[in-house]
């Protein structure tokens, strides 16, 4: 069975500095990675998506991960904060078989940006 | 719009009542999520269906029912034998195959009292 685990349940940047959020997984085949924002009291938003290809994956709000597979890592990177990156993020793993799929979360981070 | 829609947006309950969260969809998606959220667990998947009329069991079901009677629909019964209710409830929709990305509603918040 898959699992995430991501280290910190906290993490305080001041703006314009890097962010990088943790995320490990377990998976016994080739996964499929996912992060995801959720803002206070709403859904959770896909930020990027990693599926097979180029291990540098881009998304949107600056934001990129990198999947390395021999430290089954996929950190969650942008270059300068800003204060609208206050939010909660989850990663995500899921093994996709017989069709259909199931995504297994992290139990999220909280990012405070701080002036 | 395209889109997954859940309502109420906010749902209070008298403890022992069964409540009826809603979720539809117009994404055309084959299959549908629900999952729970307490703060500092993450999310917990309750339910899934991959197709019409038909559901399966997800981590924690107990307490909990599901219908699939058409494509766009996939409302959650919380009842009163679920201990702890009160929590965010979350429903997402994705593709059957070929994709792997869930799209997420904009969640109820149920607190019983």
């Known amino acids: 069975a898959q699992s995430v685990t991501q280290l910190g349940s906290h993490v305080s940047v001041s703006e314009g500095a890097l962010v990088l959020l943790r995320c490990n997984y377990s998976?016994?085949?080739?996964?499929?990675l996912f992060w995801y924002v959720q803002y206070p009291n709403q859904g959770l938003q896909l930020l990027l998506k990693?599926?097979?290809?180029?291990?540098l994956v881009k998304g949107i709000n600056g934001f990129e991960a990198e999947f390395k597979k021999s430290e089954t890592s996929f950190h969650l990177t942008k270059p300068s904060a800003h204060m609208s990156d206050a939010a909660e993020y989850f990663c995500?793993?899921?093994?996709?078989?017989?069709?259909?799929?199931?995504?297994?979360f992290g139990t999220g981070t909280q990012l405070k940006v701080e002036l | 719009d395209g889109g997954i829609t859940q309502s109420p947006k906010y749902l209070f309950r008298k403890e022992g009542q069964n409540v009826t969260l809603s979720c539809e969809q117009n994404?055309?998606?084959?299959?549908m999520y629900w999952y729970r959220q307490d703060p500092g667990q993450g999310l917990r998947l309750i339910y899934y269906?991959?197709?019409?009329?038909?559901?399966q069991k997800g981590d924690i079901a107990e307490g909990y029912s599901v219908s699939r009677e058409k494509k766009e629909s996939f409302p959650l019964t919380v009842t009163s034998a679920q201990k702890n209710p009160t929590a965010f409830y979350l429903c997402?929709?994705?593709?059957?195959?070929?994709?792997?990305?869930?799209?997420f509603g904009p969640g109820t918040r149920l607190t019983v009292l």
């Open positions: 998976s016994s085949v080739p996964p499929y």
């Open positions: 997402a929709s994705s593709p059957r195959t070929g994709y792997n990305e869930q799209f």
């Open positions: 990693y599926t097979t290809g180029a291990t």
């Open positions: 994404l055309n998606h084959d299959a």
């Open positions: 995500a793993v899921s093994v996709s078989a017989g069709g259909g799929n199931k995504l297994t």
């Open positions: 269906s991959q197709i019409v009329n038909d559901f």
